[in-house]
Every structure is written in C-alpha cells, then in structure tokens.
C-alpha cells in the first residue's frame, strides 16, 4: 500500500502527458507530475517519492523534500491565515500544510513559526498539521530509561525550563539548572534521560550522567564543552568577549575565572590555540 505522508521507493510504470504513473508491489498507482519527473528515466526504474493528497484527496507523488513526514514534530512558519478554513504552513512541498482552526492551541499568525505535529485525517486522506502538542505525546507506557541518551526537540519555554519532545513519543523537561547555554525553540539537540518519577515525567540533562560536575556552572559548562567536543574546544583566554558570549553565555571575566578555577584542579591545559581536557 502507499501510505500518505511518507516516502516510498516505487517503479516506473508509464509516461503520460501529466507525468510518470508509480507503483508498488500491490498494484496501487499513484501520478508524479511531470515537473517533478526526472530528464532521463526507463520504465521499471525505481525512484523515491513523497506522497501525499491533493485538494481532493487523491494521492500525488513528489521528488521535493518535506520538512515533515507524517507522526514527525518540527518548526514551521504560517505563511497564510484563511478565515474559516485555518492557518497553512510552508514545509517544503507545492502544497501547503493546514492547520484547522480546531487543531490550534492558540490562534497562529502569518509570520510566526509554531511547533508543529503532521497527522492524517483517515477519513478524507487528507494530512493536516496541529499544534496542541501535549494531545500527540504520551509518557503512560515510556521506552527510555534513566542514563539513556535520547533526540530532543525543544518545544516550549516554562517558569521550570525547557519543555522538550524526547525521541517524537515522550513529554520531557530540562531544568534550568541543566542549561548552559541557549535554547532556541524548534532546536533539535542530544540529551541524557536524568531520572524518570513516579508521575512518569522524564527530566532530561544535556550532559551524559555521572560525568564530573563541579560547584559553579560556568566551569559545568566550559567542561562539558570539552567532553562533547573530543577534549578540545578552540576558545581560549584570548578569545573576544563576544566569542565566548555566544558559545557559552558567560562573559569573559566568568570565562577567565572558571578557566583557572579548572585549570588549578588539573582538568584542563591552556593551550595557544585552545583548551584541552586532561
């Protein structure tokens, strides 16, 4: 069957004046236009396609790139609101994205970018787009434990931290206390399953568990740079301040301070070009 919303690797079965009709092992055809078709083809050749639903319902193939497939969460920006329709979205293909009104957890914008899930609506075929995230997560049953490393894509800012999506299943949050630098919304980024309470919330650290943690966050920060980085990063002492501003948050007289704070426990070398972990 070729499924909405996903990619597919399908055969070559005719040339028409619209385009170059697909097919699947099962039989079921489906039309790639002939401006997505490649300048030199022979039947039976096999290509990969992204399928899914026109205005109609029916199924359309295309060789664009989705910035989402179907169960996928990501950043997308409104470029259209249309009063009793909903907001539709740019990912990446021809045809737009919608969000219905009902699937808005606020009112979006034109402009504005909102954190998005690609669902499909079974009965039309149709895919559709919402932004009441909390309604596509679940963390009853969880398959992730305590050390694991997990994908996260920040979701939302909280009076706590950062709202996090951990592996597109589960609810998690990163306390402010287990940042050491920016989060951007819609920013995809590592993370370590830091314990899992008895609610089923998941706090996640950025930093791999057990790994030494010092009293002053700066010297946190600056040391799990270097651990992320294979012991070496090539920010120095004598480093502009907005250099250091931007890789780490801190100013250059925290950074210097940390540095030597470090250094004096025999963690790191100072080097011309940069910092080694010892």
């Not at 083809?41 to 989705?66: C, M």
């Not at 002492?237 to 940390?258: H, L, N, Q, W």
Request: aromatic share 10%; proline share 3%; with cysteine.
């Amino acid at each position: 069957m070729i499924e909405i919303g996903k990619y597919h690797e399908l055969s070559i079965l005719r040339d028409t004046t619209v385009g170059l009709f697909l097919g699947d092992e099962t039989g079921e055809e489906v039309l790639l236009p002939s401006k997505y078709c490649p300048e030199t083809f022979k039947l039976q050749d096999t290509i990969r396609v992204f399928v899914y639903s026109d205005n109609d319902g029916e199924k359309l193939a295309t060789t664009s790139t989705p910035k989402l497939v179907l169960g996928d969460f990501g950043l997308l920006k409104v470029k259209a609101v249309a009063d009793g329709v909903g907001a539709f979205l740019d990912w990446g293909i021809e045809r737009d994205l919608m969000v219905p009104f009902n699937e808005q957890l606020y009112k979006m914008e034109e402009g504005y970018s909102y954190i998005v899930h690609l669902d499909l609506d079974v009965e039309s075929g149709r895919l559709y787009a919402s932004s009441r995230i909390e309604d596509c997560l679940q963390n009853e049953i969880l398959n992730v434990a305590e050390g694991d490393e997990v994908e996260l894509l920040v979701w939302k800012k909280t009076d706590l931290g950062f709202s996090v999506i951990v592996n597109g299943i589960h609810s998690g949050l990163i306390f402010d206390n287990e940042i050491f630098r920016e989060l951007n919304i819609g920013e995809k980024l590592k993370g370590y399953v830091k314990k899992i309470r008895e609610d089923q919330k998941i706090d996640i650290s950025l930093h791999p568990i057990g790994y030494a943690k010092f009293n002053d966050s700066n010297m946190d920060a600056i040391y799990l740079a270097l651990k992320e980085n294979n012991g070496f990063i090539t920010v120095s002492d004598k480093s502009a301040p907005d250099v250091i501003y931007s890789r780490f948050g801190m100013s250059k007289k925290a950074f210097k301070k940390a540095l030597g704070a470090l250094y004096k426990q025999r963690k790191i070398e100072i080097l011309p070009e940069g910092i080694k972990l010892i």
